[in-house]
């Protein structure tokens, strides 16, 4: 018994991936794949992603950010605690590549579902746990989200050591993406494992412990060493004058970071003779031991003059600048614009829908073209046919599916 | 170290054990991608000036060079130093690239060009190269040339803008550095889909990474809102992402970090918190397609309650009542955090030059092939010598080469 898999072209053409994972952080991850090529089947409870129902959306469960991470995936909707449905998936589980999930370990071992019984049914499977945390310790069994981990992982508490007042999230979920980015990395190296050993194997993705990660590689800082050889933080990232600058009439962003760049922004903004005296900004020892007062100046530069003066003129003398944008103007930016970052794309239910290609370029695998986000259990039918669940029980699952909701999701 | 008179590449165990990358890259981006590669086992060659990567002098430092920047996301790599201004230096980097799975870079593509280590050149010496461009932004647009750094796709991405939405006076950037790490940790997807490409196909592939486009993506996939709709329903930004009252709530005596999605988180937080008839009253707190429209509104009824007692009190009610909490931590209180000592992630190793230095494991877990024991980050041309052995180079030309570098 086979069943063919989509080809949509991409590196992962031919790859399927069942994704049990929910919300963001797994969703994003087989949005990634889906982008490469990956056939991805997203198995819904009978309620559907909760994201589904995040506003704004023309017709309820088809929402914004749902539509955005859901493309080119089909949906099956199965209610997992029903053996009928339970078989149904492990008649999926034998011709995956991949599961991908984000459901809490204990819950897929109350499913059935844990690493051996999928392995059971399909010895070769990858199988992806997306969790908050490592299992072997003391939150393991903690439910996590990106704000918890933002706050947990030391991320929030940053702000206040930047800048002062109050510590705060970043407002975009960060932790969710690059804790879907990460699950990426790990099932693509261990696909590329099991093209040379022949068999799966389980891994977890923990989110704290990628985002401790992450966080303490730019902030372990002099606490690196034992004894520590100097306080915690990277201090060119923590000075308060690392940031948009404000000039005569709005912001530009400027980094200057080798002595060129040094060099050639205070030439180019005539105070030359300035910079040459002061060993405080133009020795680079002296200059990394007190960025505040380094970047000060450069602030109080940029303030004498327009956005567009600074943006040309440092354009002109390859000084690393760039404009600063907010989302309505980051949708209308030129380089976007020129290279077809954004197209529209005509979705059977939802209308015209802005949809980004994925940003890499690929000399060879042609990009893959994206299919509309779907419409909850949309594929059901389909794809539990092809994997060869007999009819009578696809009907069976079919009519609990229509039934009405359960809550009020 | 292999040597065996080829150039096999270093075997270390992990998922990529046996994959060589030749990596021209520097300061954050390229060299995060290129740890995460030798946490899973590549045998990552690091090619580097004789100046050395410039994040090697970001301080404290005990010696010169070996700061805590460069120490965590350049362990388990080889350090080379090759003169790429010089005939002798690209001549000795092209053969090294004729032994490699991956080459990466994020140095500026015609940059690369002129040193004909560009994909075209190493295609030649190695067919089924695996060559990976780090850029700014994508090569077809008015930005190519470019240079950037994680502080201006912050900016150019709309992430720093996102701030004044959300009670900042003024833009900021993530005190981290975010944009090089994702956009690493991108450039190891690309390099991966591409290796298992070609276990199917045979052939290498070339591809640009873009650190703006990667960004702008991650962004908008929160924050396009009613412009995800054409004609727009609604105006851009994902409230709930937006409501100041998204934010470590202050307690009595501190903040706790609380996150209530499902029903039964709603329902249960205002139970254990004493107020179930204020809540069930008030449908813009009970009704989810109500409160959706005013996160505003329902966090700061959340923001109340939680400003009652002390901190303590409210994770272990909540985690009790099974509703996400965490304590908030800063990095002192982070690394001395009690699952992160359980779970082995912070540990303290010798470094040959450096004394004891803390490390941290690679974060997942894998069943069949765990991530590679890691060795210590390199000196400044540490294997210089070595590895040229390895791939060939005759005895006269490396000590050409050492010579001149000593010069520098």
Request: hydrophobic letters at 40%; proline letters at 8%.
């Amino acid at each position: 018994m086979s069943t063919p898999q989509r080809a949509r072209g991409g590196p992962l053409d031919g790859v399927r991936v069942l994704d049990l994972s929910s919300v963001v952080a797994g969703p994003w991850a087989t949005h990634v794949l889906a982008g490469f090529g990956a056939d991805v089947i997203k198995v819904e409870p009978p309620d559907g992603d909760i994201m589904r129902y995040a506003p704004p959306a023309r017709h309820r469960g088809m929402g914004a950010e749902f539509v955005q991470m859901n493309g080119s995936k089909r949906s099956v909707a199965l209610d997992l605690k029903r053996d009928a449905d339970r078989g149904a998936l492990l008649a999926l589980c034998a011709h995956a590549d991949v599961l991908v999930h984000n459901v809490r370990p204990a819950a897929m071992r109350r499913l059935r579902l844990d690493y051996d019984d999928v392995a059971a049914a399909n010895p070769a499977i990858v199988y992806v746990s997306i969790v908050g945390f490592d299992q072997s310790g003391p939150y393991a069994a903690r439910p996590a989200y990106d704000d918890l981990i933002q706050g947990a992982s030391g991320l929030a508490s940053l702000f206040p050591a930047a800048g002062g007042g109050e510590p705060r999230y970043v407002p975009s979920l960060i932790v969710d993406r690059i804790s879907g980015l990460s699950a990426v990395n790990a099932i693509l190296a261990a696909l590329v494992e099991r093209g040379r050993s022949g068999i799966g194997q389980a891994l977890e993705v923990p989110m704290f412990e990628t985002m401790a990660e992450l966080v303490l590689a730019d902030h372990l800082g002099g606490h690196t060493f034992e004894p520590p050889a100097g306080p915690f933080g990277y201090s060119r990232v923590l000075t308060p004058y690392r940031r948009p600058y404000r000039t005569s009439d709005g912001y530009v962003c400027v980094l200057l970071y080798n002595e060129r760049h040094w060099e050639r922004f205070f030439t180019a903004a005539g105070r030359f003779a300035e910079y040459a005296a002061d060993p405080k900004l133009s020795d680079d020892t002296l200059r990394r031991q007190d960025y505040d007062y380094a970047y000060g100046l450069v602030a109080e530069i940029l303030a004498t003059r327009t956005s567009a003066e600074w943006l040309a003129l440092l354009e002109t003398n390859d000084i690393p600048v760039m404009p600063l944008n907010d989302i309505p103007s980051l949708v209308d930016d030129p380089q976007l614009t020129a290279t077809a970052f954004f197209t529209t794309t005509e979705h059977p239910t939802e209308g015209t829908l802005r949809t980004m290609r994925t940003p890499t370029r690929w000399s060879r695998s042609p990009q893959t073209t994206p299919s509309p986000a779907p419409r909850l259990g949309e594929h059901t039918a389909d794809v539990l046919r092809a994997a060869g669940v007999d009819e009578a029980q696809i009907a069976a699952i079919l009519a609990r599916e229509n039934a009405p909701p359960a809550r009020n999701a | 170290m292999t040597g065996e008179g080829s150039c096999a590449p270093r075997r270390r165990g992990g998922p990529l054990e046996g994959v060589r990358v030749i990596d021209f890259s520097s300061v954050i981006a390229g060299p995060w991608a290129s740890h995460i590669l030798a946490d899973q086992g590549a045998d990552v060659i690091k090619i580097e000036s004789p100046q050395g990567d410039i994040i090697r002098q970001a301080p404290p430092v005990r010696n010169a060079a070996m700061g805590p920047v460069f120490l965590s996301a350049n362990r388990s790599k080889r350090s080379v130093v090759l003169d790429l201004k010089t005939a002798e230096g690209c001549a000795a980097a092209l053969r090294l690239c004729a032994s490699a799975d991956v080459v990466l870079n994020n140095v500026r593509p015609a940059a690369m060009r002129r040193l004909g280590l560009d994909y075209a050149a190493i295609a030649q010496v190695k067919p089924d190269v695996v060559y990976v461009s780090l850029v700014g932004f994508d090569q077809a647009g008015p930005y190519a040339a470019r240079p950037t750094y994680d502080d201006l796709i912050q900016g150019a991405s709309g992430l720093a803008s996102l701030f004044t939405q959300t009670g900042s006076d003024e833009p900021q950037y993530v005190p981290f550095q975010l944009v090089d790490r994702i956009s690493g940790i991108s450039a190891v997807n690309a390099i991966l889909a591409a290796l298992f490409q070609r276990e199917r196909t045979g052939r290498g592939e070339a591809i640009e990474v873009p650190m703006f486009e990667t960004m702008a993506e991650l962004v908008l996939a929160d924050h396009l809102g009613g412009e995800a709709f054409v004609p727009p329903i609604g105006p851009t930004g994902y409230q709930r992402l937006l409501t100041r009252h998204r934010r470590p709530y202050p307690t009595s005596d501190g903040y706790v970090c609380v996150l209530l999605v499902t029903e039964a988180h709603w329902a249960r937080f205002f139970t254990l918190a004493g107020r179930a008839a204020e809540y069930a009253a008030d449908p813009r707190l009970c009704e989810a397609p109500v409160r959706r429209l005013d996160y505003d509104n329902a966090y700061r009824a959340v923001a109340e309650v939680l400003a009652t007692r002390p901190s303590a009190e409210w994770l272990a009610l909540l985690e009790a009542g099974d509703i996400p909490v965490m304590r908030l931590h800063d990095v002192m209180s982070l690394i001395d955090d009690p699952h992160l000592a359980a779970t082995g992630f912070l540990g303290t190793e010798e470094h040959p030059s450096e004394g004891t230095i803390r490390t941290m494991r690679a974060p997942q877990r894998w069943a069949a092939t765990p991530p590679a024991t890691h060795t210590p980050a390199p000196r400044l041309g540490e294997h210089t010598a070595d590895v040229l052995h390895e791939a060939g180079l005759d005895d006269a030309t490396i000590a050409a080469i050492l010579a001149r570098n000593a010069q520098r």
